[in-house]
């Protein structure tokens, strides 16, 4: 699922997530759990302010953010 991710730039200028967009609202990230690379996207597992876990992914290439799992805290997993 596309999302939109607001970021911000650190010393590195390498891009951080600090929020995302679906469309059933805005959530702030809270944490940053893990991030990991690949040879063409990037992710970031997220622990945003509602409690949720999401997995987030960057298209470096196109710059396109993908929501790829999310598990809320009240719920199994879901896979998007």
């Given at each position: ?21 679906t469309q059933g609202?805005s959530i702030a990230i ?51």
């Open positions: 699922m596309r999302i939109h991710v607001s970021c911000h730039a650190g010393y590195r200028e390498e891009e951080t997530p600090r929020a995302l967009k609202g809270k944490e940053i759990q893990d991030r990991w690379l690949a040879p063409d996207h990037r992710y970031f597992r997220v622990l945003g302010e509602d409690g949720a876990v999401y997995i987030l992914r960057h298209d470096t290439e196109q710059d396109i953010w993908e929501l790829t799992f999310y598990k809320s805290k009240d719920c199994p997993d879901i896979r998007v």
